[in-house]
């Protein structure tokens, strides 16, 4: 039986992906593995799934000041011994590493057991803890064409990002009955997120009794962002958070308005949904979402506008227009090298672990 260690943490973004793996690799009889940070996010998801987890030490690797860059290097040189260790001990064929802060060590202890390492990139441009494990890889797994340009030559593979299967399983009828919506509408569904969604949810509920003249609007808003005045108006529902019913929502929604973060569009992509998407400003993050927007947009996907731009007008003519036109966008995705990113991904362990 093969063995491998996948590693990734910090957000749920750099642990999802690992997740979307799990089924195929265990189909191929994998002994699967997972080292992260003792606190992070990825520790509760991935324990719930009954995976072996280890936590070693992790020093957040930032651009900025701030008094914890004094003491944080010393984290990352613990996390690297207590990392050599786990590989020493585990004897891993391969890892794969999603990315994070966590993963630096882990992607460092590899290298030095002699362990191959593919590096899975979700946005345009690789961030700070992927461009130091970059040359201790074997391979880097991409999401956009642009980027794979941008890597060493012979290392980037363009297979887009593995989403959980279940996704693509939802039931149209099943979202009908938990919204309470007609089936004879179109159906929108808003992803503001919970990070920085106030603007999105702002620009949707100031044009949301024209938007209801067309359509119905499922909203998900983000922890403490719902709108109680809105809560009885018909044809819109709002959430919170959805979890178990997403899936179902994604059936129902026959376009969708989102921000730009790079799991959240590829997932768009693999359920061939059109979407506009309102990237985070610049101002407001490493500008990334915009990037990713803008491949996405060139290669025929979605719509961009960015949040600058935003007036009730453009929002609701944008909408408009791409509900026109989705099936322009659904055939251009349809075409797309990108959607079928677990086999691609699990494709390249295997032939790493053959060697």
């Known amino acids: ?21 799990l089924p195929r690799l265990q189909e191929l009889n994998y002994e699967v593995h997972y080292i992260g940070s003792r606190d992070g996010i990825e520790k509760k998801l991935i324990q719930e799934l009954g995976i072996p987890y280890y936590g ?13 860059n004094f003491s944080d290097p010393f984290r990352v040189i613990k996390g690297y011994q207590e990392a050599r ?75 887009g990002s593995p989403i959980r299967q279940e996704l693509l399983t939802g039931s149209r009828l099943a979202a009908l009955n938990f919204t309470g919506f007609s089936a004879n509408r179109p159906v929108i569904l808003v992803m503001g997120g919970s990070m920085g969604a106030a603007a999105v ?41 959805i979890k178990g019913e997403l899936r179902d929502l994604f059936a129902l929604a026959d376009i969708v ?8 569009i590829c997932e768009l992509l693999a359920l061939r949904k059109p979407s506009l998407l309102i990237p985070l400003s610049a101002a407001a993050s490493r500008g990334d979402q915009i990037l990713n927007a803008r491949s996405f947009e060139r290669q025929g996907f979605s719509k961009v506008l960015e949040e600058e731009a935003i007036t009730e007008e453009v929002l609701f003519n944008s909408i ?36």
């Open 320 to 355: 408009c227009q791409l509900y026109e036109e989705r099936e322009s966008y659904e055939k251009a995705m349809e075409g797309s090298s990108q959607s079928n990113a677990i086999e691609a991904i699990v494709d390249l362990i295997c032939q790493l672990t053959k060697k």
């Open 201 to 241: 949810n702002d620009a949707i509920r100031a044009i949301l009794p024209r938007l209801l003249d067309r359509f119905q609007v499922i909203h998900l808003c983000g922890k403490g962002k719902t709108d109680p005045s809105l809560s009885q108006t018909p044809g819109y529902v709002q959430y919170e958070y």
């Open 257 to 264: 308005v989102s921000r730009a973060g790079a799991n959240a």
């Open 1 to 21: 039986m093969k063995r491998i260690v996948l590693t990734g943490g910090g957000t749920a973004g750099h642990v999802t992906p690992n997740i979307a793996l």
């Open 56 to 68: 070693i030490s992790s020093g957040k690797l930032r651009r900025y000041f701030d008094p914890k």
């Open 85 to 159: 260790k786990l590989m020493k001990n585990l004897k891993p064929d391969i890892l794969f590493s999603k990315g994070g802060f966590v993963s630096v060590p882990v992607v460092l202890a590899a290298r030095h057991c002699h362990v191959p390492a593919i590096l899975h990139e979700s946005d345009m441009t690789p961030g700070l803890a992927n461009k130091l494990c970059i040359p201790s890889a074997a391979k880097i797994c991409c999401n956009f064409p642009e980027t794979v340009s941008c890597l060493p030559s012979g290392k980037a593979v363009l297979t």
